[in-house]
């Protein structure tokens, strides 16, 4: 654990590397992993991905990494966060703690994100490429994020963490 507990949110669309990304920079700060994906299916074993069950999802990995932050650990957030207002909800609880917070935007080549979306298996997320398309367009811009592209190779991807975190 670092002297100072941060909370790091990485978001994107689907298929674009988050949970990779995510891993990494958990490790690198050696942060708690909260990821959208698991805490929904915790919540809603067989999800129906209603506005509710989203809210829902968000407010349980808030008040987790709430409860995380109090301790005075890290937090690493996993999870497309396309509403700005879940992002500066994010920044505002870190902000609520005195910790450092930090918004990385995974970002990736379409064709690239779709062939990954298409060849997952026993993963936590539940996105298709019909959802990806939905989300491409409902994704809220981010004013001024860190950006890691994760089209390419998986080393360059992590030395580019490395280089941020």
């Known amino acids: 654990m670092s002297d ?5 949110v990485v978001c994107g669309l689907p298929g674009a ?6 891993e990494a920079v958990a490790e690198r700060l050696d942060a708690t992993l909260l990821r959208t994906d698991v805490v929904r299916k915790e919540l809603f074993p067989e999800p129906a991905y209603t506005s509710d069950e989203s809210r829902r999802t968000y407010e349980a990995v808030f008040d987790r990494a709430d ?5 005075g650990e890290s937090v690493v957030l996993d ?9 500066e909800r994010a ?6 703690h005195d910790a450092p917070f930090r918004l990385l935007k995974v970002a990736c080549d379409e064709a690239v994100a779709k062939a990954r979306i298409r060849s997952r298996e026993g993963d936590a997320s539940d996105a298709d490429v019909e959802v990806y398309d939905i989300l491409r367009e409902e994704f809220e811009p981010i ?8 089209s390419g190779d998986l ?3 992590l030395a580019r963490v490395r280089d941020l975190f």
């Open 143 to 150: 004013d001024d994020p860190l950006v890691v592209d994760n």
């Open 17 to 22: 590397g988050k949970t990779t990304v995510a």
């Open 67 to 71: 409860e995380t932050l109090a301790t």
């Open 91 to 96: 920044r505002s609880l870190a902000r609520g």
């Open 4 to 8: 100072t507990a941060r909370l790091v």
């Open 155 to 157: 080393d360059g991807t």
């Open 79 to 87: 999870g497309t966060f396309r509403r700005s207002r879940r992002r």
